[in-house]
């Protein structure tokens, strides 16, 4: 009976002993440990000084940007052409540029080789300006290009000086006497002049000097008017 007693005992005290291994230990909370469910990452707190930090740094961005923005926005360096950034251009420049390349169809006239009528011509001039224009129409006088057509001015005679002021047109020119012509020539040598520079809406008044001086006749057949005005 004892026997049966004290393995009864033996029994519950194997019982009991197996009952407390098959018991898993828990975790502490708060604590990081291999037992953390799967899929489950803990995110670590932030520090008190971290959050600080950030806030002081952005607090140094905005007083930057509100500085930048009383200082104003400074313009970009514009593009050229090739899309890369350089120098800006002088409108004055271009302009000037402009100036210098204008083109002009205009009007001349000439005589035909037996002198008995004015022949109108039209040529294209390039000048830099209006008494630049005024001289290449003069030139223009004194040559043709064409055996049928031809000047009544001499490539002989000299431009010494021309100026132009508030629609007066000045002429001053050196002639040989060998660019004389006869009467019917030196007729329509002035006509020719009048209806060269009278083209120009801006011309009011033809002044032609010879040697700096008025004369009473170009050639000594047409009297000669100071200043030749528009019919």
Same mark, same amino acid.
Request: glycine share 0%; charged share 25%.
């Given at each position: 009976m004892n026997k049966k007693y004290w393995m009864t005992g033996l029994l519950a005290l194997l019982l009991a002993f197996s009952a407390g291994c098959g018991q898993k230990p828990t975790a502490a909370p708060g604590e990081t440990g291999p037992d953390t469910e799967a899929g489950q990452v803990q995110t670590p707190q932030d520090e008190p000084g971290d959050d600080? +930090? +950030?806030d002081d740094q952005k607090q140094g961005e905005a007083e930057a940007t509100t500085v930048n923005a009383s200082e104003g926005t400074s313009t970009p360096p514009e593009k050229t052409s090739a899309g890369s950034t350089g120098t800006p251009v002088d409108t004055k420049d271009v302009n000037a540029a402009e100036d210098q390349a204008k083109k002009a169809?205009?009007?001349?006239?000439y005589t035909d080789p037996e002198i008995m009528d004015l022949k109108e011509a039209s040529k294209e001039i390039t000048y830099s300006g209006e008494e630049d224009k005024y001289k290449k129409a003069f030139e223009g006088l004194q040559k043709s290009g064409d055996a049928e057509l031809n000047p009544l001015w001499s490539d002989k005679i000299t431009l010494k000086s021309l100026k132009f002021d508030n629609g007066a047109l000045t002429l001053d020119i050196t002639k040989p006497a060998e660019a004389n012509l006869g009467a019917g020539g030196e007729m329509f040598a002035i006509d020719a002049l009048q209806k060269t520079f009278f083209q120009f809406d801006e011309v009011k008044s033809l002044e032609l000097l010879v040697d700096g001086n008025q004369i009473?006749?170009?050639m000594g057949h047409v009297e000669l008017e100071h200043p030749m005005t528009r019919k």
């Open positions: 600080k +930090a +950030a169809n205009i009007k001349l006239y009473e006749s170009l």
